[in-house]
C-alpha cells in the first residue's frame, strides 16, 4: 500500500524502538534505522518470521521494562516453544479503539447487546471482542465457546443482537437453532465472523439461517489480535486499520512485492505497538489488495477475503494454485465431487500437472467429462492440466486439505 514520508517517519521511529527489545537488538545488529530513507531502502529490510519469533521465548519479545507490561497473550503454535506478545497499557488502549472501529463499521451501537463466542484466555482473544464492545458502550456478554444449549438460553432470554463467532461456530449455532424451531426468538442482527478461507455455501447458510448480516473481522495475535480490519456493508474486503499499520502484498517465493491488484502474502508492520513491534511480518495469509476505494468512503485501504494460506499454495508453470481456487472450480462443475488430487512432476524439462478428479458419471462418459474439466481449468486457473477421472471415493480421504497438492518435482 502507498508509502509516504510520514509512514517511513513512524516505521524508523518504530525500529529504533523495537531495537530497545532483546530479540530486534538481535536481528537488526547491523541495521540503523535511519538508513530507512525510502520504500526501496524499506523493501530490503528483511522480513520476520514466527520461527524467528520462538527463540525470543519466554519475553525476548519485549521492546519496553518488564513493568511496563500490563498483558500477556499467547500465539499457538502447532507444535514446539509458543510465542508471547505482551502488551502495554497503550497497545490494550490501541487494540480496543481498532476493535471498536470494526463494530462502528459493521453499523454496531451502543444499543446492541454482543454475544462474545471465541474464547477468553492466553491463547486466544474474545478479551479484543470485549474491550472494543465496552469502548463503544454496547452491552458484552462474554460468553466464551462452548455449551450450545447455554449460549441458545442466553441468546433468547438476553436478545443479543450481535454474534462474535468462528465461521463453524456460527454454523453449529445456526444449525442447532434450525433443528429446534426457535428462529422467532433470536433477535440477532449481525454477525462479526474471524476471518479465514471459508466458502461461499457457508456463509450463505449462516446468514440465512441466523438471519444475520455478515462481517469478516481480521487479525492475527502477533499484531495485537482480531480487530485490525473488517467487512463493510458494501462487502468489498476488509478494511485495515493502517494509521496502526503498514501492509504489503508480497509473493511468498521470491519475496518481492506484487503488482497492486494481484494475490500474494500480507505482510504487516506495527507502526505504534509498544510492547512487541514487529516489522516486516510475514502472516502467511494469502489475499491482494482491494482496488479503488470503497462506496462506503472509509479512508482506509482494503485486503480481500482471505485465499489460503501460503504454505498451501503451488507455483507452477508460472501461475499459482491456490487449494482455494481448485475448491471453488470443482464446486463449479457438475458432476465432479469435491474430492481432488493434484500431482506436480517434472519430467523431460517440463512441469506436467495432473488432476484427479472424482464422478459419479458412467465410466463411457468420463473422458469427455475429463475434456470439458481440462479446458475449464485451463480457462479458470491458467494451467493446462491432464485431467483424469476416478470413481467416487477412489481417492484418499485426508483430514488436511493442504496434502491434496503432491509436489514431486524437487
Ligand atoms: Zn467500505
Known sequence: MDMTDNIL?????????????????????????????????????P?????????????????????????????????GTPVIIPYTKRDVEDWAVMFKRCYETAGVTKHDKIHITPGYGLWTAGIGFQAGAELLGAMAIPMGPGNTDKQISIMTDLKSTVLCATSSYALLLAEKITQREIKDRIHLKK?????????????????????????????????????????????????????????????????RRVKPGDAGELVITTLHKEGAPLIRYRTHDLTREMPGECPCG??????????????????????????????????????????YQIMIDHLNGKDMVTLFFETDVAID??????????DSFKTT?????????????????????????????Y
Open 381 to 409: 486457473i491458467g494451467i493446462t492440466v491432464i485431467a483424469k477421472a476416478v470413481g467416487m471415493g477412489d481417492l484418499p480421504r485426508s483430514e488436511k486439505k493442504s496434502t491434496r497438492i503432491f509436489d514431486n518435482r
Open 191 to 255: 454477525a462479526l465472523i474471524g476471518s479465514e478461507r471459508w466458502g461461499d455455501k457457508m456463509r450463505r447458510r449462516i446468514a440465512d439461517e441466523l438471519g444475520v448480516r455478515l462481517y469478516d473481522i481480521y487479525g492475527l495475535t502477533e499484531i495485537y489480535g482480531p480487530g485490525i480490519g473488517i467487512s463493510c456493508d458494501h462487502e468489498c474486503g476488509m478494511h485495515m486499520w493502517t494509521d496502526y499499520m503498514y501492509c504489503e502484498i508480497i509473493d511468498p517465493k521470491s519475496g
Open 47 to 79: 522480513f520476520t518470521e514466527k520461527e524467528d519469533l520462538r527463540g525470543a521465548y519466554p519475553l525476548g519479545l519485549a521492546a519496553v521494562p518488564e513493568e511496563k507490561i500490563v498483558r500477556v497473550h499467547s500465539s499457538s503454535g502447532t507444535t
Open 298 to 339: 472509509l479512508p482506509y485501504p482494503r485486503i480481500d477475503t482471505l485465499i489460503g494460506r501460503s504454505d498451501d499454495m503451488v507455483k507452477v508453470k508460472g501461475a499459482i494454485i491456490y487449494p482455494s481456487r481448485v475448491d471453488e472450480f470443482l464446486a463449479s462443475v457438475d458432476g465432479v465431487s469435491s474430492e
Open 9 to 45: 517517519a513512524d516505521i524508523r521511529e518504530n525500529m529504533r524502538h523495537a531495537k530497545r527489545g532483546a530479540f530486534y537488538c538481535k536481528y537488526f545488529a547491523d541495521i540503523d534505522p535511519d538508513d530507512i530513507k525510502n520504500d526501496d531502502d524499506f523493501q530490503k529490510l
Open 365 to 374: 462418459e468420463r473422458e469427455n467429462l475429463a475434456h470439458t474439466v481440462k
